[in-house]
C-alpha cells in the first residue's frame, strides 16, 4: 500500500522510493537492499506498476515504476480498509463507552 | 552510450558478483535482478555524494541476505521424483559410455597378463552383468569426480539439464561445493539406496543427504 501510495505522485525510481520511504516514515521504515524490487516485482504481476528502463546521462539506466490505473484502484481500496481498521482499532482504545 | 560507463566502480561491481553468486544459475530472473541492483547501486553511490564506493557499499545489507530476499519472492517447485530418477539414469549412462574405452583399454591391457579365457558361448550371460557392474563403477567414480563438481558450479548435471531440474539450497541460494559435496556422500559411502527412499517420505522430496546437505532439487521454469 505505501508502495503505491508512493508511486501515486507519479512515476519514481526504486533507490528514490526506499528513500523517500525511509524520510518519510522519520526513519521508521527502512527498507532492505534487496526487498524493494521483489516487492515491486509481485506489484508488476498483479498489473499493478508498469516498469520502464530509462537511461541516464551517465552511467547505469534506470528502472522506473508508474502506477496503472488497476493499481490505482487497488490503493484506493487498500486506504479505505486500512482507513476503517485504524478508526475500529482508535474507537477501541479511546472510548468503548458511548455504545 | 560504451560499455565502460555502464559499469560500477570495481567494488561495486565485485558486491553485485558476491550477490550474483548466491542466485542459481538456471534462475531466469537472474537477468533482471542484476540489472535492477546495478542500478539500485549505482544510486546508492551517487546519493552517498563525497564519499568512498567502498564507505557506501558498508553500508548495503550483506550480499547473501540481498539474494535471500530477492529468492524470498520467487517461487520454486520441486523437481518430481521421475525426473530426478530419469536424470540419474542418463547420467549413469552417459558415465558409462564415457568411460568404456578406459575399461575396454584397461581390459585389453591386462587380460593377457591374467591368462583368462571366458568361454564365448557365455557372452550373452556376461555382456548384460558385466554392463551393469561397469555402470555402477562408472556411478562409483562420477559420485567423486563430476556429480560434486558439476552441481556445484552449474547446478546441474546432464541429465538434470536435459531433464530441466537443478540442485538450490532450500532458501534457494546456489549449492556451492560444501553442499554439492554433502548431497552425494550417501553415493561414496554405498548408502545410496536407503538414502534414496527418504525422498519417497520427505516433504519436500529430499533425500537423507539433501537434508544434511539443506539441499533440494528443484524444476526450471
Redesign the interface.
Known sequence: MLLLHLLSEGEKYGYEVASEMASRSEGRYEVGDGTLYPVFYRLEKEGWVEPTWRPRERGVPRKYYRLTDEGRRALNEAVTEWRSFVDGVERILTGGGES | ?TTE??R?PQAAEDYLAR?MKELPRPLPERG??E??????????LE?AMGGTPEQALSR??PPE??????L???SFEDAPLGKRVGAFLIDALAGTVVLTPIWIFLWLSFLPQLDLQPPLSYGWVLLPLLFITKMAAAVAILSVVYFPIVEAIWGRTLGKWLLGIYVTREDGRAAGWVPAILRRLSFILEIFWIDAVFALFTKRRQRAFDLVARTVVVRER
Do not use: F, G, K, N
Request: no cysteine; net charge negative.
Open positions: 552510450m560507463t555502464l560500477l550477490v533482471r535482478i540489472d535492477e541492483l546495478r542500478s539500485h547501486l549505482a544510486d546508492r546519493a548495503m545489507a541476505e540481498v539474494a535471500r530476499d530477492y524470498a519472492e520467487i
